[in-house]
């Protein structure tokens, strides 16, 4: 079935650190691929997304690559800052337009001044 | 910034007695989800509706749980009678289909505790 694998957290990495967290997933078609953060006590909110192979998508210093060749979307960003401490959700969309959205479980960072 | 609105944000009330959580998703959004959170599970689908016609609600326990939408602007989810199990973080989030794949946008979520 479709799913989507992240690595374990949480993720504790010192300010101005590199960061990757990685996600790969399984799917029977072409899906669509979006990274969410949760900030504590708030929803999902979208961080980036690709649409096709070789896309990258990238926001407030964020990118990821989608690269169908090792079916993975990892996340990385060159220097975090303690305000980036969050839960990191990969996901994909292989509903072809229905907007239904299945999730990894979740990375949490935690970043350290 | 147009956002999904929940309410209430929390709610603590004793086993056996009736919820109702309602989320307003935004103006011209299609698409509504239901999930629920906890450490245990992580985020579980309960409930899709497009057009708010009720498409997907295979991962909500049919018992006691029940979602709709009487209108556009109001979805809500009920839980009758409710359970220490079902203390979670429910979140509310809407889409718009169109050409291409559009993003979920979530509500701050209901934190929910039985007692």
């Known amino acids: 079935g479709n799913s989507v694998t992240q690595m374990e957290g949480p993720v504790t990495l010192s300010e101005e650190a590199f960061l990757t967290i990685n996600c790969t997933y399984t799917a029977t078609g072409y899906p669509s691929l979006f990274w969410y953060v949760q900030y504590p006590g708030e929803g999902l909110q979208l ?20 690269r169908k060749e090792t079916t993975s979307f990892h996340l990385e960003k060159g220097s975090v800052q303690v305000s980036d401490s969050a839960v990191y959700f990969c996901a994909l969309d292989l509903s072809g337009g229905y907007n239904k959205l299945i999730f990894g479980a979740g990375t949490r960072l935690a970043v350290h001044p | 910034d147009a956002r999904v609105t929940q309410t209430p944000r929390h709610k603590v009330t004793e086993m056996g007695q009736e919820v109702t959580m309602r989320c307003q ?26 057009n708010r016609a009720p498409l997907d609600d295979s991962g909500m326990p049919k018992d006691r749980f029940s979602a709709e939408m009487p209108d556009a602007t109001l979805a809500t989810l009920k839980i009758q009678p409710s359970e220490p199990r079902d203390s979670a973080v429910y979140f509310c989030a809407s889409g718009l289909i169109q050409e291409g794949n559009q993003p979920q946008h979530f509500g701050d979520g209901t934190r929910l505790s039985i007692l």
Do not use: C
């Open chain 1, 47 to 66: 961080l980036l997304k690709a649409t096709k192979a070789d896309d990258k998508g990238s926001n407030k210093g964020f990118e990821a690559t989608y």
């Open chain 2, 25 to 50: 998703p935004i103006l011209g959004h299609n698409t509504v989800f239901w999930y629920r959170q906890t450490m245990m599970q992580g985020l579980e689908l309960l409930a899709y509706f497009r």
